[in-house]
Structures are given as C-alpha cells and as structure tokens.
C-alpha cells in the first residue's frame, strides 16, 4: 500500500494499493507529488531490456541481470519474463528477496565467506528447496565452510562456480583454481562443480589499452580454470562460464564466448545490470568507449550502444530559493541522488507542469554541489529558472541512486505515472 510517507505520495494521500497508482494520475512536474522523486521511463527500460536481451542471444549468450541495481523484485521478473536465463544477487539476503518474490534461478555473485555466511546460505536453501541457486567460491577454505554446512544440514548438492578474479576476490591464477576444484571435488558430492565465474570491471583501470590487456589476461585464467573443471566433472555435465558487467561485456563475448560454443555443453551467462536502466554519466561514457572499439554488434554487423540504449531514470526537484544571480538551491540532495560517479545532469525545466525549455550546455545550468537535501546549481546569465519550477535530472550511476529510494515510480513517455516499483535494500 502507498501512503504519504513514501517520497513521491503526495501529503494526505492514502492507503493506495500499488494496483491503483496509474488512477490516480499523478505527474512529477504538476505540483501534486512530493519531491524530490524518482522515475522510470518505462519505454526505455523496456527498449533496453530488449536490447540487450537481442544482443546477448544473437552472441549465443545467456544473461543474468543483476538485482542489486534496483533491488526491486518486479523488475527482475519483468526481465526473466522477457527472456533472461535467470537472475544474479550479491548476498544471501537479497537471494532471500529474490527466492520469495518467485525467482528461483540465482546466480550468487559473490563470496559468502566463513561458517556463518555458508550456514545461512544453508538455512536459506532449506527454505527453497526447489531453487535453482549457483554459489562462488574462491578458496578451500570458502568450500570447506559450505561442505560443513550442507553436511549438517543435509541438503541436495550446491552447485558452486569457481571464482577467478583481479583487484577484487576470486583466485588469481590457475593454480589457486585447481585448489578450489580439488576441495570441491573432495566434498564426497555435498558440493557439485558448475563452472567459473568472473568479474572484469575489477580488473578495469583508467587506461584503456591496460584495460584490455588485464580483461583478455583474466578471460585466459577463466579459460584454463573452466578446461580444469570440465576434465573434473566428465565431458556430458552442464556447465556455465559467467561474467561479464554493463561497461565491458563485448570483451568477455570476445574472449569466453568461444570457450563456451567449443565446449558444446557449457552455457555462457552475462550479468549486466545497469545497462537496462543506463545513465547521463558514467555508463554514457562507457558505452561511448564501447562504440569507439565497435564491440556492439547487431545482425553480425557493429551497430551503436549509444544510440540504442536510453536513459531511464530521472529525478525531479522544485526549485526552493534563487538567493543570488547565477545560483539555484533546488529540493534535491545527497540523501536522493548519486554522486560518487558525477553529479546530477539538468535536463529540463518545468512551470505549472509544462515543459519549459531544455538544458543543452553546462553554461545553461550545471549541478555545482549537494548538501544533504540541496542541490546547488550554476546558472546561465539569462537563466528562466524561477522559485517553484520543477527541474529534471539525469543520473550517473544506477546502483548508488536506486539505493536511496523504497519506491521507483514507473512513469509514461508523458511523464505520468504508471507503475510503482517497491524496493528491498533492507
């Protein structure tokens, strides 16, 4: 149910059921909705979802896209509903999140540590017995935690995927894989090998050239650890070879997706995530880069990511004070948007709930600082901004916005609302 303490509600409003919100008609920009707030352009989430879901088949690709993005399990089912293999989660309470909302296929992408972390993964099995949930590991140590927990607890066989990493976890070399494969195989079947896993943003500089140089040396020990697997478990058993992020995933089709075709048994799982919602900084500059190498191809041929992909999100904040030439303080602040990978971009202005007139340049208007519930911005000379507009906000970085809100706000290409999209980041 939508209540007036759930940002965007307007004031005295509510109980509403989820169901209803499209009835009430609401918009951001009409003075009704409490802002600041987040949105959705539901058209371009779904032009990306089934963008990236056509290029990931054409590539003979699966996906798992990640949930830790928006936390928000109708948007996951919405993307297996459209296609994608199953879904990928960081940690065993958002796998919790995702198993009771239905989705049953996990990729847990991440180290769950010690006997603590290996009993709750147990317990949570337990629970959902049915559930289809692949598990990294790293270390014999990491496989020795999980052994005892299932063996306690008696569970079906945990089907683990041997992590190999740079700059974050994951073994780092073929000999620290075969290890973690041998510890596994020692488990006496409590345990079942099922294939390895990556993440090569970790091995990501600034340097592009180095970039590729530390992604292509990864992809080779995700090769050598993958060929050690299959000799472990017979040349018949299922496999999957899963990496893959929303910047650099043609590199891993490039380098991991011949391993998997010449395998013939063995499935190659991409976990993008933040590309089906996309951005006005980090992720438009990544997929500048990945147009600028020609890594996204369509039909066989290089087609652009940049033109394809459109950003979703927005934020939308009343303009509270114009206290100096130059200077707008807008309802927006730390507590509501991104700002570890640039701030807000200005997009456009609102009066009375009407377009006003769109941001082209920085000179025009540009977000100079945030406080905690105000953002400062830099205005042009001539500037139309007034006390009371309501301004539009492009977003950098998905995942560090998304987290700041219990409710996304499913909006039109009108900008009014269809859909709210509750979220679970504890």
Same mark, same amino acid.
């Given at each position: 149910?939508?209540?007036?303490?759930?940002? &965007?509600?307007?004031?005295?409003?509510?109980?509403?059921?989820?169901?209803?919100?499209?009835?009430?008609?609401?918009? @951001?920009?009409? &003075?009704?909705?409490?802002?600041?707030?987040?949105?959705?352009?539901?058209?371009?989430? %779904?032009?990306?979802?089934?963008?990236? =879901?056509?290029? #990931?088949?054409?590539?003979?690709?699966?996906?798992?896209?990640?949930?830790?993005?928006?936390?928000?399990?109708?948007?996951?089912? /919405?993307?297996? +509903?459209?296609?994608?293999?199953?879904?990928? $989660?960081?940690?065993?309470?958002? +796998?919790?999140?995702?198993?009771?909302?239905?989705?049953?296929?996990?990729?847990? #992408?991440?180290? !769950?540590?010690?006997?603590?972390?290996?009993?709750?993964?147990?317990?949570?099995?337990?629970?959902? @017995?049915?559930?289809?949930?692949? #598990?990294?590991?790293? /270390?014999?140590?990491? !496989?020795?935690? =999980?052994?005892?927990?299932?063996?306690?607890?008696?569970?079906?066989?945990?089907?683990?995927?041997?992590?190999?990493?740079?700059?974050?976890?994951? #073994?780092?070399? =073929?000999?620290?894989?075969?290890?973690?494969?041998?510890? $596994?195989?020692?488990?006496?079947?409590?345990?079942?090998?099922?294939?390895?896993?990556?993440?090569? &943003?970790?091995?990501?500089?600034?340097?592009?050239?180095?970039?590729?140089?530390?992604? %292509?040396?990864?992809?080779? !020990? %995700?090769?050598?650890?993958?060929?050690?697997?299959?000799?472990? !478990?017979?040349?018949?058993?299922?496999?999957?070879?899963?990496?893959?992020? /929303?910047?650099?995933?043609?590199?891993?089709?490039?380098?991991?997706?011949?391993?998997?075709?010449?395998?013939?048994?063995?499935?190659?799982? =991409?976990?993008?995530?933040?590309?089906?919602?996309?951005?006005?900084?980090?992720?438009?500059?990544?997929?500048?880069?990945?147009?600028?190498?020609?890594?996204?191809?369509?039909?066989?041929?290089?087609?652009?990511?940049?033109?394809?992909?459109?950003?979703?999100?927005?934020?939308? %904040?009343?303009?509270?004070?114009?206290?100096?030439?130059?200077?707008?303080?807008?309802?927006?602040?730390?507590?509501?948007? /991104?700002?570890?990978?640039?701030?807000?971009?200005?997009?456009?202005?609102?009066?009375?709930?009407?377009?006003?007139?769109?941001?082209?340049?920085?000179?025009?208007?540009?977000?100079?600082?945030?406080?905690?519930?105000?953002?400062?911005?830099?205005?042009?000379?001539?500037?139309?901004?007034?006390?009371?507009?309501?301004?539009?906000?492009?977003?950098?970085?998905?995942?560090?916005?998304?987290?700041?809100?219990?409710?996304?706000?499913?909006?039109?290409?009108?900008?009014?609302?269809?859909?709210?999209?509750?979220?679970?980041?504890?």
């Amino acid at each position: 149910m939508l209540h007036d303490g759930i940002r &965007g509600v307007p004031p005295g409003a509510g109980p509403i059921p989820l169901d209803d919100v499209a009835a009430q008609g609401w918009h @951001p920009a009409e &003075g009704a909705m409490s802002l600041p707030v987040l949105t959705l352009d539901q058209d371009a989430f %779904a032009g990306n979802r089934a963008l990236m =879901l056509r290029y #990931a088949a054409e590539q003979g690709a699966a996906i798992a896209p990640h949930a830790k993005t928006p936390m928000a399990p109708a948007l996951a089912a /919405s993307l297996v +509903a459209a296609g994608a293999w199953g879904t990928t $989660v960081a940690d065993i309470r958002q +796998a919790a999140v995702m198993l009771r909302a239905g989705l049953n296929r996990l990729i847990l #992408a991440n180290q !769950v540590g010690g006997p603590g972390g290996a009993r709750r993964l147990a317990r949570l099995h337990e629970a959902y @017995p049915r559930a289809e949930l692949y #598990a990294f590991v790293d /270390s014999p140590e990491a !496989v020795a935690a =999980l052994d005892a927990a299932w063996d306690e607890a008696r569970l079906a066989p945990l089907p683990v995927v041997v992590e190999v990493g740079a700059g974050r976890a994951g #073994a780092r070399d =073929l000999a620290a894989a075969e290890r973690v494969i041998a510890a $596994v195989q020692a488990s006496e079947g409590r345990l079942r090998l099922a294939g390895v896993g990556a993440y090569e &943003g970790a091995a990501a500089t600034a340097d592009a050239e180095r970039t590729r140089a530390a992604i %292509a040396d990864l992809a080779v !020990v %995700a090769a050598e650890a993958f060929g050690k697997v299959r000799a472990a !478990v017979g040349p018949q058993a299922p496999l999957i070879l899963t990496a893959g992020g /929303s910047v650099y995933f043609d590199m891993i089709v490039q380098h991991l997706g011949p391993v998997a075709a010449a395998d013939g048994k063995a499935r190659l799982v =991409l976990r993008s995530g933040a590309i089906f919602f996309h951005d006005h900084g980090i992720y438009r500059r990544g997929l500048a880069a990945l147009d600028a190498r020609q890594g996204f191809r369509l039909g066989g041929e290089p087609a652009s990511a940049s033109d394809g992909f459109r950003p979703a999100l927005r934020i939308w %904040a009343e303009v509270l004070s114009r206290p100096a030439p130059g200077l707008a303080i807008c309802g927006m602040g730390m507590r509501d948007v /991104s700002f570890d990978q640039d701030l807000p971009t200005p997009l456009r202005l609102h009066r009375d709930g009407r377009p006003l007139a769109s941001f082209a340049r920085p000179e025009e208007a540009r977000v100079m600082k945030l406080n905690d519930q105000h953002g400062f911005l830099a205005l042009g000379a001539d500037s139309p901004v007034a006390v009371g507009d309501v301004i539009e906000f492009g977003i950098s970085h998905p995942c560090t916005c998304l987290d700041r809100w219990r409710m996304i706000w499913g909006i039109d290409g009108q900008g009014r609302v269809q859909a709210a999209y509750p979220t679970c980041f504890g």
